[in-house]
């Protein structure tokens, strides 16, 4: 989520489009408002309380949740979010599988090791691979939470 400022950060706005992330335009005083239809952009005109500007930046938030598609493997390697992705290793490709399937519900270590095939890494290994996963997958907004003594839940961040 970025609050940036219109039209002075315009630059910055189509990053932040380009990229999906939402994002909050502080709209200058006799500047005309953008015209955007997008679910993950909202305005306000300034100034504005920033109370309001709080309250704003987080119905904004919950919005882009509810709009934004779920990750997807693609089968090839890759896990596309958002109109990005990353590459990953057959073995954070099959524990990413599992997990996507489960997205933003909890998913035991079992799982996870039952999912890497025939010849399966030890749990370990598994936490290990999840660290990996777990930078791999920051830069598209994704993260991997533990909940202890339960599992691992993928969501985004």
Same mark, same amino acid.
Not at 70 to 95: C, H, N, Y
């Given at each position: 989520? /970025?609050?940036?400022?219109?039209?002075?950060?315009?630059?910055?706005?189509?990053?932040?489009?380009? $990229?999906? &992330?939402?994002?909050?335009?502080?709209?200058?005083?006799?500047?005309?408002?953008?015209?955007?239809?997008?679910?993950?952009?909202?305005?306000?005109?300034?100034?504005?309380?920033?109370?309001?500007?709080?309250?704003? /930046?987080?119905?904004?938030? $919950?919005?882009? /949740?509810?709009? &934004?598609? +779920?990750?997807?493997?693609?089968?090839?390697?890759?896990?596309?979010? !958002?109109?990005?992705?990353?590459?990953?290793?057959?073995?954070?490709?099959?524990?990413?599988?599992?997990?996507?399937?489960?997205?933003? +519900?909890?998913?035991?270590?079992?799982?996870?090791?039952?999912?890497?095939?025939?010849?399966?890494?030890?749990?370990?290994?598994?936490?290990?691979?999840?660290?990996?996963?777990?930078? !791999?997958?920051?830069?598209?907004?994704?993260?991997?939470?533990?909940?202890?003594?339960?599992?691992?839940?993928?969501?985004?961040?």
């Amino acid at each position: 989520m /970025a609050i940036v400022a219109w039209p002075e950060e315009r630059v910055q706005i189509d990053q932040l489009r380009a $990229a999906g &992330t939402p994002r909050l335009l502080l709209v200058a005083p006799d500047t005309p408002a953008p015209l955007s239809t997008d679910c993950d952009e909202d305005w306000i005109r300034l100034p504005a309380p920033e109370d309001d500007v709080r309250v704003r /930046a987080a119905m904004l938030a $919950a919005r882009s /949740a509810r709009h &934004t598609p +779920e990750p997807v493997m693609k089968g090839d390697g890759r896990l596309v979010f !958002r109109g990005r992705w990353v590459a990953l290793s057959q073995t954070e490709e099959a524990i990413a599988g599992v997990m996507l399937r489960q997205f933003g +519900e909890v998913v035991d270590l079992s799982a996870l090791v039952g999912g890497c095939g025939d010849q399966p890494p030890s749990e370990a290994a598994i936490r290990v691979h999840l660290t990996r996963l777990r930078k !791999r997958i920051k830069p598209l907004g994704l993260a991997i939470h533990v909940v202890h003594g339960r599992g691992y839940v993928l969501e985004r961040e």
